[in-house]
């Protein structure tokens, strides 16, 4: 099995791997004594391209790559479809890159050596490395339902700072004091948006900020959600993920809590797990369809040049909460 990656072959040639891309994909628009080089140490290394990058020269793959760290969310699915409905409009196939562990410089250079005309990017974690390795992309990246730290890259999804924000002021309005904000342990950089927004409302208030941390795993929660409910239950609960939340209000029913008389909680999804619970859950909903068509949309401008921009702004859409049995 040929184990030389594309990575391997620019650091051999001292170029990006935009560069080797390119030489694979669109010859003609690299200097002949760079191409020459770089097709030189292919041949040494005995490269072997993804097959749907070979022959595409002097042609565009009409292929996406979505890239996503896990699949298992009910909004990961949601969003995907949107970004498939749009997909085929515009006449495009669609690639799924799953990453197992980190999105290094391994995993991308698979991606950018798989010949696809633009990417999608679902993941809730930026982190500086993943940055760097994206600049090295030559074709455009859009982040779906998480705003670009860099103007180099566009983006479709939620003002979550801004929704947060007002969700608690709305529920300070209602006359709670007491709301406690359920994030996880892993840090996500929505989810640290939404943290900001719940903490502005409460300092604006004068109001004791009340954050806890949880592992997302259900067996885990419970036994935190124990101890939080050993001492008092709060008035209300915000949390960043609808699952976690209707694990938090079970818990709290079968200590014998009634929801929404002595706790109220929100998510902050509107998956199909909201309308499953008993009590319904009240959410603010994410509209991740819409998020992924728009988002398909946004690169198809940048990948037909219909946008020319060097500075790609972030698309922001509009939020609701959908208010329901398990707040008053």
């Not at 030189?40 to 005995?46: F, P, S, V």
């Not at 495009?92 to 950018?112: N, P």
Request: aromatic share 8%.
């Amino acid at each position: 099995m040929n184990q030389t990656k594309i990575y391997d072959i620019a650091g051999a040639a001292g170029v990006s791997l935009a560069t080797v891309s390119r030489v694979l994909n669109h010859p003609e628009k690299v200097k002949e004594s760079t191409r020459n080089k770089v097709l030189k140490i292919i041949k040494e290394k005995g490269y072997k391209p993804n097959a749907n990058a070979r022959g595409l020269a002097s042609r565009r793959s009409t292929t996406v790559a979505i890239v996503i760290p896990k699949i298992s969310r009910a909004s990961v699915a949601e969003m995907i479809q949107g970004i498939d409905d749009s997909a085929k409009k515009y006449g495009y196939t669609l690639r799924l890159f799953i990453a197992e562990s980190k999105m290094d410089q391994d995993f991308w250079g698979e991606v950018i050596a798989s010949s696809v005309d633009g990417i999608l990017l679902m993941n809730d974690e930026v982190t500086k490395e993943m940055i760097m390795n994206l600049k090295n992309t030559p074709v455009p990246v859009i982040f779906v339902n998480q705003l670009s730290p860099s103007d180099e890259f566009g983006s479709v999804g939620l003002d979550y700072e801004e929704c947060a924000y007002q969700t608690t002021k709305t529920m300070i309005e209602k006359g709670n004091k007491d709301i406690l904000f359920i994030s996880t342990e892993h840090k996500y950089t929505v989810n640290d948006m939404k943290e900001e927004g719940y903490k502005k409302a409460m300092k604006e208030a004068n109001l004791p900020v009340n954050i806890f941390q949880t592992t997302g795993e259900i067996n885990i929660n419970e036994k935190d959600f124990d101890e939080i409910l050993d001492k008092k239950a709060p008035e209300v609960a915000l949390v960043v993920r609808d699952s976690i939340a209707i694990s938090f209000m079970n818990v709290a029913i079968k200590r014998g809590y009634k929801v929404p008389e002595q706790l109220q909680v929100i998510g902050f999804q509107n998956t199909k797990y909201a309308v499953l619970s008993n009590p319904k859950l009240t959410c603010v909903d994410t509209p991740v369809y819409e998020i992924g068509a728009k988002a398909m949309a946004y690169l198809t401008d940048l990948m037909t040049g219909k946008t020319t921009d060097r500075k790609y702004p972030n698309i922001l859409i509009d939020y609701r909460i959908v208010w329901r049995d398990s707040t008053k």
